[in-house]
């Protein structure tokens, strides 16, 4: 078994989609985490707020600094994710296929390191 | 038997026998470079053995037999680590199998795995050639024309996705194989093209890796027997490959197809791919490659250029782009228009195309404005395609052509 990182992208500033659009969205996005509890693969899940409301603290010249995120100054911005357990990178990709469709948005897969034993 | 055993021999057995002996142990370890490197080293033994006790009977399956052992006791010594899960498959894997016998062909796993979406289409051909063709790195990367150094990190680097994201070695369900498949035919067919106009360099054609693609279709045809596309990527292969002998003429320049010496064709491979052709037809459930294999067939029947049945081409061309709507297919399709209804037609269909920077666009485009006398315009045409064209030969082809435009 892998664990994957099924993560949410978004471009930032891009149409937020309408009200009922955004209700089948959740539900669609519901509907598939209780797939994935019920098949057993589910470890965690969560959506973000958006890249605006992000923190970044790092060491710089010795001192700890906390300033405004968000870290990455790229456009693309995480807005979700889930962290699965499945049998192998297939099985994966057939549960992203059906997460961005189900929050349409693209998905992107990574293996998790093994567990140092 | 005992006869003398030479270097060629074993280079022979392993040329033939390294992809099945690889995929069988990538299934047996689950890893690839442990089932590789005790492949390699069951040959180097082989080479040491085999010219003193002459072939075995079974030279694969010793092979085979002889790498698992040594894998097995390279996974024993690193195991000696404390790591629980080798062990336990050590337990398992020397209680379960202890003689390897005519086993399932494991290449088929091993081409979808080679062939994964999730992988670039660079690793994807490297992969291929190099776990199912059995081609060693150095080869490989002779044959894609990139440096040695360059080639060693996309295999490193695909292996390891292969390893970390546990792409796993089956043959996809039937609901998945259709698209699967395609990704799979697209890497042959793009090494075999490699091989028919090279990118880049001085030769036209690549001899090697046409024969590579070959080999790697017959082997797909052969454990999928069903699949008419793979059929019909062969026989498109056979076909193509059938005309190599009169694409070059004896200075090593290019010979267009309505200009080839047709009695230098293969007629073999011709036999061949038409059989193919025919037995598609008759199964009736057509794809893109099937119809490409018919155009060539069309092609391949024609003793002369001005025999050729052109309408029948556009015919299959029309098909072809129900399947493939590209740009490219309806580039060549307006080449076969031009032999039907005349450049004038053809020329209204190219101008139509979004190809501005494909090289053969410029140069059909310039063909057709030759035809209809408009000299300079073919001529600023022929320019454009010089520009595009990496391989020195076609180069040559198109500088001569502009050249010859003057002349009339």
Known sequence: ?117 | MTGAVNGSDIERVFRAESGRAVASLVRFFGDIDIAEEAVQEAFAIAIQRWPETGLPPSPAGWIITTARNRGLDRVRRESSRNDRQQQAFLVYATEAHTEVGPVEDERLRLIFTCCHPALGPEAQVALTLRLIAGLQTPEIARALLVTEPTMGQRLVRAKSKIRAANIPYRVPDDHELPDRLRSVLAVVYLIFNEGHVATSGHALIREDLCGEAIRLTRVLVELMPDEGEAQGLLALLLLTEARRPARVSADGSLVRLGEQDRSLWNSALIEEGHAIVRALLRRGIPGPYQIQAAIAAVHADAATAEATDWSQIVQLYDQLLMYTPTPIVALNRAIAVAELDGPEPALAIIEQLDLGNFHLYHAARADLLERLGRVDEATDSYDRSIDLTTNMVEQDHLRRRRADLHLH
Request: charged fraction near 20%.
């Open chain 1, 1 to 117: 078994m892998t664990q994957y990182l099924l993560s949410v992208h978004g471009v930032e500033g891009e149409e937020i989609p309408a009200p009922d659009e955004m209700q089948k969205i959740f539900k669609a996005v519901d509907d598939l985490n209780t797939k994935i509890q019920k098949q057993g693969s589910w470890v965690f899940a969560g959506g973000l707020h958006p890249a605006n409301t992000a923190t970044v603290v790092r060491v710089q010249n010795g001192d700890v600094v906390t300033s405004d995120g968000p870290f990455a100054e790229s456009k693309e911005q995480l807005g979700g994710f889930w962290i699965v357990e499945l049998p192998d990178l297939d099985a994966a990709l057939a549960l992203a296929a059906e997460a961005t469709v189900a929050c349409a948005a693209p998905i992107e897969v990574r293996p998790f390191q093994d567990e140092p034993s």
